[in-house]
Each structure stands twice: as structure tokens, then as C-alpha cells.
């Protein structure tokens, strides 16, 4: 009777591969077999399609079809396979009256049981492979489009329907989707640093940590702002760059979090899980593996407000990707790796009742509910974290007082010429920030001059400071120092480092 292929795409982790869909039809009783590694979701397609092509005004071959997903050893997910298994279907039995060229096309989309095209995710992906195994097109529904046209050099169609999607195929008149010219992106996001009244000192401590990308722990009391000036944080960061927003769009793009109609992610993430999410939730993973906010933040920020109501074993996930920049899934068909380089700002109460070292109000806990609550976080983790910043209660007269403040606008001016000077700095090596530096580079940028190299010995020896701690200080004062511009880490910016160290636990 007959037989038809078109292609689709398989997705695994950022990973889009081609999958050959073959329709076989034969004579026989009525029956509809899907083979090839198909999970659930892909075998209701059977459903979707017959209803698909009803209610299209078509009708359903009464035989014997079987759809062969091809390579047979590659993991079939989701909706994404019901277009193009509803033209193989229809091609094999006789659709087209004139041959139609199926194989020039990716097809990517759900059908609704009206016949409707649905969104998919991931449709960069699907559309970067297309350009890259030399498709002509790629067939998608309008929400996809935007993203699809990412990719130069590939036609991208635009059906809303299965039937447009036919009656395009067999006269040729798909409509070509033209992408909207890209506006300039809207720099401001966030609350406005201006906002918040007085902190002068968290606020400089936010500016290093948004120069150099270090990882950030604010403690305070209750209502102290901690909230609020992590909002505030991306108004400061500096710009993404096009091969950092290309990729932070594939990652959103296969998660499905994509928002709007704007194609390329035009600002650093900012994500912000509750505590109540679970380890799944952050580093991802599940059946069918999907990033996870850790991923979701990948160079942007990771808030995690009110941190030790985390539980341990969902905070003890983040010291791999804290570590790594990267996230490891391993699966049984294999492993997958997410990129997750972000920026850890964590807040929390130093105590319970919030108000232990505060001037004002007596803290009314007893030393082991302190000691409990501190412990909630690991060594380790807090190891990873290079600042530590005390959020104090702000006085009356700072609060009410009509002074300006410094504008976020003029804050980032200054992160973004010393994340400028790091990434000339960092050309050619595999690193983006001065968080990121290690051994190697650590000691070959991190210059001392003898002032500082003196105070940075007394340091260790009297604060009886860590090893890790000690490349913790170097690494913040050579982002002081690329924020002043100088080459060499002078004393003062070492001492200024050095109120960073945490005082939550005791170590290093
Ligand atoms: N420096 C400030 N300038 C202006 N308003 C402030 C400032 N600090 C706090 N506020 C006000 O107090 C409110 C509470 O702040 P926020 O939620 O950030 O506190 P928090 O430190 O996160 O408290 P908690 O520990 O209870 O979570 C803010 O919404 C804001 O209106
Ligand atoms: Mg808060």
C-alpha cells in the first residue's frame, strides 16, 4: 500500500539528533503501532494523530500502519513527534497527489486534537541540527518561530495547523517566517539599587561580588533589606555577551521556560526556588531530564532566600556545579550534562529568633539553637562561598533622610569595566571571572606587592586561616583591584578582603 518517511528531532540534555519517522502502511485489521524507543507521551501521539487528522477533514487509514522512530537506540521524549508522524501517516497513504520532497524538512510540534499545532521544547536545538545536517527548513507552530529563527541560514515555516501544514507541503506556499528586527535590549532589570536607603557597605559588597561573579552570603536581621538588595542585584550585572545569551537561550529553551515572544534571552537570569523545592528541582534531572534552577541561573544569579530552611541533603546537590560550573545527570542510557556557572547569593537570619549581634533588640535564643541553626549549612558549602556580608538594621535618620543614592545605572558602569578587564584578562583560558580563578592562575594573577604580602601573612598566621580561605581572600581582592584598576593587590584591598571572610562558622 505504501510507505513514507519524514524527520524530527530527538533531544537529549543540550543535544538535538535527527530522528528518521517511517510510516509503513499494509493491509490488515485496523492497527497503529509505534516502535523505536517511544516513552509514553510519544505513544499517545497514536490518539493525537488519529484525532488530528479527523478532525482536519481527513480521514484515518483503516489498516494496518506501523511508525518506525529512527535510530531505534536513541530515547524518544514527549509530544514533539506528532506532526511529523501525522504527514509520514498520510504521505504513505496517498495524500499527495504530486510527490512532495518530505526530507528537506524538520517538523516539530504537538497537534491538538483539533488539529491545532502546539509549542514544543526545545526548537533552537532542533533548529541549530536542522542548519547543521543541511535541512532546507524547519516546520514549527507560531510560538516556536521566534526561537527557530535564531538560526541563520534555515528556512523557518510557520503552520497553525496540520492542514495548513499539508496544503503548504503539497503547493509549496508554507509561509516563510520572517523574525522581527531585534530591539536594542531593556538594560534596566530589577529594583533599583537607588531604592534602597543607607547600607553603603552591602552595597559595595554586592558591587564586588557582580564584578567578579563570587558567590555571596548576606545575614541580618529580620526586615534588614537582605530581600531587597538581592532583587536589586541584576540591575547591577554587566551585559551578557551574544554567545552567553545563545546559550542561556538553548538551556531555557529546553526546559521550556522561555518567556514571551523575545527570542534570544536578552537578560542574565535571576531565579529565585523556594525552600521547599527539592534536589530534583534544583540541580534537575527527573524522567525525562530537564535543567534544573541551578542550570535555569546559568550566568546569571541562584537566590536562595531564608537559606538554612533548605534542607541539607537538597544544598549538599549544590557543591557539584558550584564546583564544576557544569551539572552531571547519569542515566542508565548514558550521562548528560547541563552547563551551571551562576552566581550563589544566598540571605538568612544569623540566628532563630533573627536578632543575634543586633545593637538594639536581645537576641532570645539559647547557644545550641544557634549552633543548630548554623550547622544547617555544611562546611563545604560554605566553603565555596568567597564573601560574606552582614545586612545591619538601618537607622531612622538613613531611612527617612532625603539624600540621593547612588543609582544602579552608575554601579554597573563600574562592574562592567572590571568584568571588561577580566575578560581580556582571561582570553584563551577557560575561564570567565576572577570566582573562577584556581592554583595555577590564581598565583599567576593574583600579584601581591611586599605591603600586602605582609598583611596577607599575618592574616593566616594569627586568623589561623584555611588554604581555601586564603585563595578565597585573593580571589575577592583581585576583583578589588580590577574595580580600582590597578594590576598589582595592594594592602588595602586585601584588608578589605578580608572582612569578607564568613562569620557564620568559624572556618577559614
Ligand atoms: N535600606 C532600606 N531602604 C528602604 N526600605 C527598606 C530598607 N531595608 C528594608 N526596607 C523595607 O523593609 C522591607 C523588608 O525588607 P526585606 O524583605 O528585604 O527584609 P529581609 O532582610 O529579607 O527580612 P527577613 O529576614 O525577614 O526575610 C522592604 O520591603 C522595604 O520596604
Ligand atoms: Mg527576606
Request: hydrophobic residues 40%.
Amino acid at each position: 500500500m505504501g510507505s513514507a518517511c519524514s524527520y524530527a528531532s530527538a533531544l537529549t540534555g543540550l543535544k538535538a539528533e535527527t530522528v528518521r519517522v517511517e510510516a509503513d502502511i499494509a493491509s490488515g485489521l485496523p492497527k497503529f503501532l509505534i516502535v523505536g524507543l517511544p516513552d509514553t507521551a510519544v505513544n499517545e501521539s497514536r490518539e493525537r494523530v488519529r484525532s488530528a487528522i479527523k478532525n482536519s477533514g481527513l480521514k484515518f487509514p483503516r489498516t494496518h500502519i506501523i511508525i518506525n522512530l529512527a535510530p531505534a537506540d536513541v530515547k524518544k521524549q514527549g509530544p514533539a513527534y506528532d506532526l511529523a508522524i501525522a504527514v509520514a501517516v498520510l504521505s504513505a497513504h496517498g495524500h499527495f497527489e504530486e510527490p512532495v520532497k518530505l526530507a528537506d524538512y524538520v517538523f516539530l510540534g504537538e497537534l491538538a486534537l483539533d488539529g491545532r499545532v502546539r509549542p514544543v521544547r526545545g526548537a533552537l536545538l532542533t533548529a541549530m541540527m536542522a542548519k547543521e545536517q543541511g535541512f532546507k527548513g524547519i516546520v514549527v507552530s507560531p510560538e516556536n518561530a521566534n526561537e527557530a529563527a535564531l538560526v541563520k541560514g534555515l528556512t523557518v515555516y510557520v503552520v497553525e495547523t496540520l492542514e495548513e501544514c499539508l496544503d503548504g507541503l503539497a503547493d509549496g506556499s508554507m509561509t516563510k517566517y520572517k523574525a522581527p528586527k531585534m530591539t536594542a535590549a531593556d538594560t534596566t532589570q530589577g529594583d533599583d539599587m537607588m531604592n534602597i536607603r543607607g547600607q553603603t557597605q552591602v552595597k559595595r559588597a554586592m558591587e564586588i561580588a557582580a564584578a567578579g561573579g563570587h558567590n555571596i552570603l548576606l545575614a541580618g536581621t529580620p526586615g534588614s533589606g537582605k530581600t531587597m538588595l538581592a532583587r536589586a542585584l541584576p540591575s547591577i550585572l554587566p551585559t551578557l555577551t551574544f554567545a552567553e545569551a545563545l546559550q542561556i537561550t538553548m538551556i531555557h529553551s529546553v526546559a521550556g521556560t522561555l518567556e514571551g515572544t523575545r527570542a534570544l534571552v536578552a537578560e542574565r537570569p535571576f531565579r529565585s526556588p523556594h525552600h521547599t523545592s527539592s534536589g530534583t528541582a534544583l540541580v534537575g534531572g527527573g524522567a525525562w531530564p530537564k535543567p534544573g534552577e541551578v542550570s535555569l541561573a546559568h550566568r546569571g544569579v541562584l537566590f536562595l532566600d531564608e537559606f538554612p530552611e533548605f534542607s541539607r541533603v537538597v544544598l549538599e546537590n549544590l557543591r557539584q556545579p558550584l564546583e564544576d560550573g557544569m551539572v552531571t545527570i547519569s542515566r542508565a542510557a548514558g550521562t548528560l550534562e547541563f552547563p551551571a556557572r551562576f552566581m550563589l547569593v544566598a540571605a538568612m537570619n544569623p540566628c532563630p529568633c533573627g536578632f543575634l549581634n543586633d545593637p538594639g533588640r536581645e537576641c532570645t535564643c539559647n547557644p545550641n539553637q544557634i549552633l543548630k541553626y548554623q550547622q544547617k549549612i555544611s562546611g563545604p558549602l560554605l566553603d565555596r562561598i568567597d564573601m560574606c556580608c552582614e545586612v545591619p538594621r538601618v537607622d531612622f535618620a538613613k531611612l527617612t533622610s532625603g539624600e540621593d543614592e547612588e543609582t544602579s545605572a552608575s554601579m554597573r558602569e563600574r562592574v562592567q569595566r572590571a568584568r571588561d578587564v577580566q575578560t581580556e584578562r582571561y582570553e584563551g583560558s577557560r575561564i570567565h571571572t576572577n570566582a573562577e580563578l584556581r592554583s595555577q592562575l590564581l598565583r599567576q594573577h593574583c600579584l601581591l606587592d611586599e605591603e600586602s604580602n605582609n598583611l596577607m601573612k599575618h592574616a593566616v598566621d594569627k586568623l589561623a586561616m584555611s588554604a581555601r580561605g586564603y585563595t578565597r581572600v585573593l580571589r575577592v581582592a583581585r576583583t578589588i583591584a580590577d574595580l580600582a584598576g590597578v594590576k598589582t593587590i595592594t594592602a588595602g584591598q586585601i584588608a578589605e578582603a578580608l572582612q569578607y571572610r564568613p562569620k557564620v562558622s568559624s572556618r577559614g
